[in-house]
């Protein structure tokens, strides 16, 4: 799988590339400005980029919009953007659309290897994957809503973690609970928010992420 | 003609004693006391004037003879019975008036006395036909006194000051009515004539304030014209309301031929003029004051010099058809006329050199010139935003420090101790020493944590990458209510602006979340003629108060170092709305962003 790294710091940089050639990753190119970026995606056409907000020339969200317009070039371009911090401002530009294929996390997700290695795999499959942090602010903000008021507890860790993206099998290692129980859930919590449900794992994640956004 | 006076003073006596006896039991609270009951019965006596000097006024117009003699009293002068009972009816009249609609006698009075000015204007320019205005004019003095006495009784405790006030205005208005009467056989050029031009402008604000109290209180008009005064005062701009009397007198001094005659030019003239002054005064009320105070110093001048070169006769300016200089007040005619006339010239210098304190402020202002005064304010409250801007710097350095101190300094720390314990545990245990790394993770990450907020409090990257409209989306999509933005921002501010302005809505949100019980909220940005403007409006109980809680108050003091300001407006049972306004220009076209 070739991947295209763009992250100004050095340090980071190689951390990140060795991360990934450890998983069996093929980095295509590792870049560390926002032009250098855009030339790397349009050109070398990656299976997946990972992409820090941050980068010069104006070390604001060059990153970001590199990004963007690269995906508006050729829709559906797996990124995965990384950020020191998470807005849900960029969250919505990034999930806006509706091509799937995007994942924004806090930097501090790198630590935990295989996660991360999971998430970057999803974004290049087609899937979404939003930082837990985003994915908090969003039930925060909705959680004076009837409707939400309305899931149980479990019901909710399943769409917090459903949100971030997680397949039913993470979603049931992580809870210590059975894939089927999940899917139990899941067809609940859809029920209850008046969504149409789905099988297709990446269509579930925007139809949520859509409906916490709204 | 004695007997006529008698006949008339008892009619009137009679008049007032039935206004009052029916006013007794009649509806009309303030009626009912014996104030209620004298000033019934001096308005009687003062509509019974108006009567007498109207019926007389209008047999002297249709009888030239009586009129040219101007020395005997009318109403003696005839023998005819109609004469008679046009008094029996005036008296009758004025007494159903008076008892039944007092305040409408009041504005008859008011009406009577104005139009009486009005008149005093156009006769005193054709001085020898004194007569008739004479009578009108005297007519009007003791009212002057007695009048204002009688109303002013209205709404205040009665004391024995007060009764001794009332009898006074009842002898008043008993001499006062046989004033014009004793006048009228005065004849016409000596001393009492001098006080016609006096007379008129005494008549005229009389019936003014006369028209004031009648109003007083009960009419919208009245309270929208009090109100304008009461902002045009606090922003002193209402000396400029001087310039009206002060371009009279400027006009009757330079051309007495031509203003205050009858004929359409001259009515068209004034007309002009008046509405031309005031038209002035409302547009531009501080130029008007400014005109006013020089005006009115001019005028003063003026008099002084017309007191100087009366007698050598080198006065430059046009004579009245009989020779004299209308002087506002005082009739220039004589030596002796200008004494009152120097009197008048250093009362308006005086009345100038008061105003001009007043008036120079908002006229420097104008020309774009701070005063002193002006100067020394601005100078306090950039010295108190500065220490304010100074003490929030300091403090927010402390904060941060002590942040830095106990959160991600002591986490590394922790973290150093932590991977030397690993250094030693590595050969011997290394369960236990993979058991620290986790550890060192987690605490790596807190650090992390912890950083983060630290530098979204100091500055926000969302801000920085941004700017203000961006960021203030982002805090909207951050808070708990639902928030709607309306943000137009074609460029961005300055960048301490921002900042400034970002936590202040920050706060304002957080403010509305915690404590208004509102589920929705709604941020206005926009622009306009260097101006910054923020408006916050939550749908919640209401009630916040900048004064109780120290967040606004904090709001307010960080934008009072760019001269910016915040206004809440929040009644109980809501919505609140904050308001904040900085002046700024706004930087670089928005480049946009998606």
């Excluded at chain 1, 459903?162 to 067809?187: C, D, P, Y």
């Excluded at chain 2, 205040?156 to 001794?164: C, D």
């Excluded at chain 2, 300016?317 to 006329?337: E, I, K, Q, R, W």
Aim: charged share 20%.
């Amino acid at each position: 799988m070739r991947v295209v790294v763009a992250e100004d710091l050095f340090l980071l940089r190689n951390g990140l590339v060795r991360l990934l050639e450890a998983h069996g990753f093929e980095i295509a190119a590792a870049v560390d400005s926002a032009p250098d970026l855009l030339q790397a995606l349009l050109q070398d056409e990656p299976d997946v980029a990972i992409i820090d907000v941050r980068l010069p020339p104006t070390f604001t969200d060059d990153g970001l919009r590199a990004a963007l317009e690269a995906r508006r070039a050729v829709p559906g371009l797996p990124v995965l953007v990384l950020s020191q911090y998470v807005e849900q401002l960029y969250a919505r530009e990034l999930l806006a659309g509706d091509a799937g294929a995007v994942g924004y996390l806090l930097k501090d997700r790198v630590f935990n290897d295989d996660q991360f290695v999971d998430a970057v795999r999803s974004v290049a499959s087609g899937g979404t994957v939003m930082d837990s942090e985003v994915v908090a602010k969003l039930l925060g903000r909705r959680s004076r809503e009837e409707t939400l008021a309305r899931l149980s507890a479990r019901e909710r860790e399943v769409l917090e973690l459903m949100a971030e993206g997680r397949s039913n099998s993470a979603i049931a290692q992580r809870l210590f609970i059975t894939e089927k129980a999940v899917s139990k859930h899941s067809t609940s919590i859809f029920a209850k928010l008046d969504l149409v449900p789905s099988d297709d794992d990446n269509r579930r994640v925007l139809a949520v992420l859509a409906y916490l956004n709204g | 003609m004695t007997k006529w006076l008698v006949f008339l003073l008892a009619a009137g006596l009679a008049a007032g004693c039935l206004a009052s006896a029916r006013l007794d039991g009649g509806g009309d609270e303030q009626a009912k006391t014996r104030r209620g009951r004298l000033r019934a019965l001096g308005l009687g006596v003062a509509l019974l004037v108006i009567a007498v000097c109207v019926i007389r006024f209008l047999r002297a117009q249709s009888r030239p003879v009586a009129h040219a003699r101007g020395s005997s009293f009318a109403l003696s002068a005839t023998s005819s019975s109609s004469a008679t009972l046009w008094l029996v009816l005036a008296i009758l009249a004025a007494g159903v008036l008076v008892a039944l609609r007092w305040r409408r006698a009041l504005w008859i009075v008011s009406a009577a006395l104005m139009a009486a000015a009005g008149y005093g204007f156009v006769r005193a320019r054709d001085y020898g036909n004194a007569a008739l205005y004479n009578t009108v004019f005297h007519a009007a003095q003791p009212m002057a006194v007695a009048i204002p006495r009688i109303v002013n009784t209205a709404g205040r405790a009665p004391s024995p000051a007060h009764r001794l006030a009332l009898s006074v205005t009842l002898k008043h208005a008993t001499v006062g009515f046989s004033l014009p009467v004793l006048s009228s056989v005065v004849p016409a050029n000596n001393v009492m004539s001098y006080l016609v031009l006096p007379l008129t402008y005494a008549a005229l604000l009389l019936g003014g304030w006369l028209a004031w109290r009648a109003l007083d209180g009960r009419s919208a008009a009245v309270r929208l014209v009090v109100g304008k005064m009461a902002e045009a005062k606090k922003q002193g701009r209402h000396w400029g309301i001087l310039l009206l009397p002060a371009a009279i007198v400027t006009a009757e001094l330079l051309a007495p031929n031509i203003w205050f005659g009858p004929g359409a030019a001259n009515i068209g003239w004034t007309v002009a003029l008046v509405g031309g002054t005031l038209l002035l005064i409302r547009r531009w009320p501080v130029v008007a004051a400014w005109l006013a105070t020089a005006g009115l110093a001019a005028l003063g001048l003026a008099g002084l010099y017309l007191a100087g070169s009366w007698d050598s006769g080198r006065w430059p300016l046009p004579l009245t058809p009989d020779g004299s200089v209308f002087y506002g007040a005082v009739d220039v005619s004589s030596h002796a006329m200008i004494y009152p006339a120097t009197v008048q010239a250093v009362a308006l210098i005086a009345l100038a050199c008061w105003l001009v304190p007043r008036t120079m402020p908002a006229t420097l202002r104008l020309l774009g010139t701070g005063s002193q005064a002006e100067l020394a304010t601005r100078v306090r409250r950039l010295a108190e935003s500065r220490a304010a801007a100074a003490d929030t710097a300091a403090a927010d350095l402390r904060r941060l420090e002590r942040d830095l101190h106990d959160g991600a300094q002591a986490r590394l720390i922790a973290l150093g101790m932590n991977l030397r314990a690993v250094e030693r545990l590595i050969p011997t245990k290394p369960e236990a020493a993979l058991a620290l790394v986790a550890e060192a993770r987690e605490t790596s990450a807190r650090a992390l944590t912890e950083l983060r907020e630290l530098v979204r409090g100091v500055h926000p990257p969302v801000l920085a990458d941004r700017g203000l409209a961006d960021a203030v989306r982002a805090l909207a999509l951050d808070c708990p209510l639902r928030v709607e933005t309306d943000i137009d921002l074609p460029g961005r501010p300055p960048a301490p602006v921002e900042t400034a302005c970002y936590f202040a809505v920050a706060e304002i949100l957080t403010n509305a979340a915690k404590h208004s019980g509102a589920r929705e909220a709604k941020v206005a940005v926009s622009h306009a003629e260097g101006m910054l403007r923020i408006a916050v409006t939550d749908f919640g109980v209401g009630g916040a108060d900048p004064a109780n809680g120290t967040g606004l108050a904090g709001v307010e003091r960080r934008l009072a170092t760019f001269d910016g300001i915040l206004a809440v407006s929040s009644p109980v049972g809501g919505p609140s709305i904050v308001v904040l306004e900085v002046p700024c220009a706004l930087s670089s076209p928005k480049i946009s962003s998606c």
